[in-house]
């Protein structure tokens, strides 16, 4: 998902913010309101990537075990 698709995305889940400043409920609107989606999407965006990346290295962790023909516990004993 691009970041537009992800900003889009957030406008319907989220269509007004509003947040408290002393006692008196504000909703952002305009510029505040887009980069405030923007953050929230870039946020959004590299916690994917994170854990695309986490997955991406367990697998390949896991074929190479079945390549090797060990179990996780085997390579670990290879290693100490």
Request: glycine share 2%; hydrophobic share 40%; charged share 30%.
């Given at each position: 998902?691009?970041?537009?698709?992800?900003?889009?995305?957030?406008?319907?889940?989220?269509?007004?913010?509003?947040?408290?400043?002393?006692?008196?409920?504000?909703?952002?609107?305009?510029?505040d309101y887009q980069?405030l989606l923007s953050?929230?999407?870039?946020?959004?965006?590299?916690?994917?990537?994170?854990?695309?990346?986490?997955?991406?290295?367990?697998l390949a962790k896991?074929?190479?075990?079945?390549?090797?023909?060990?179990?996780?516990?085997?390579?670990?004993?290879?290693?100490?």
């Amino acid at each position: 998902m691009t970041k537009e698709q992800k900003i889009a995305a957030l406008k319907l889940q989220y269509p007004t913010i509003t947040k408290q400043i002393n006692d008196e409920i504000v909703e952002i609107k305009g510029k505040d309101y887009q980069t405030l989606l923007s953050d929230w999407a870039d946020v959004q965006l590299n916690r994917e990537a994170k854990e695309a990346e986490v997955e991406a290295e367990a697998l390949a962790k896991s074929a190479l075990l079945v390549k090797l023909g060990i179990n996780e516990d085997e390579a670990k004993l290879l290693l100490s």
